[in-house]
């Protein structure tokens, strides 16, 4: 089992920024995708980005596309996710969780979810 922890979020005006970082522990990081989910109130889950866990590949959701930016540190165990542009539709807690990119789409696994983080950004 893997334990993920998300940090960084906030409240922040539209049009700034904000780093969020999860970090792992209890399995080998290094043999995962790294994904972001977000959930907004009332809204199911919705991805945001994946990273390949040796290439680096990275992946977006349409709606965050050339806004944010997912990177990993495979030494520290640690994947972000630089947020510019933040829009109030950006409004969500942000969720970190191993898994594969294929297919198309991003495949959670080992049901391993963090608490989140949560991030506000007022108009």
């Known amino acids: 089992q893997v334990q993920l922890v998300e940090s960084g979020g906030g409240l922040v005006q539209a049009g700034g920024s904000l780093r969020l970082s999860c970090t792992a522990s209890?399995?080998?990081?290094?043999?995962?995708?790294m994904g972001w989910y977000r959930q907004a109130p009332g809204k199911e889950h919705e991805f945001v980005a994946a990273?390949?866990?040796?290439?680096?590949?990275?992946f977006y959701g349409d709606s965050v596309k050339g806004r944010f930016t997912i990177s990993r540190d495979n030494a520290k165990n640690t994947v972000y996710l630089q947020m510019n542009s933040l829009k109030p539709e950006d409004t969500a807690i942000y969720y970190c969780t191993p898994g594969s990119y294929y297919s198309g789409s991003y495949h959670p696994a080992l049901g391993s979810w963090g608490q989140g983080t949560q991030v506000t950004v007022s108009s």
């Open positions: 209890g399995r080998t990081f290094n043999s995962y995708d």
């Open positions: 990273i390949n866990w040796s290439r680096g590949n990275t």
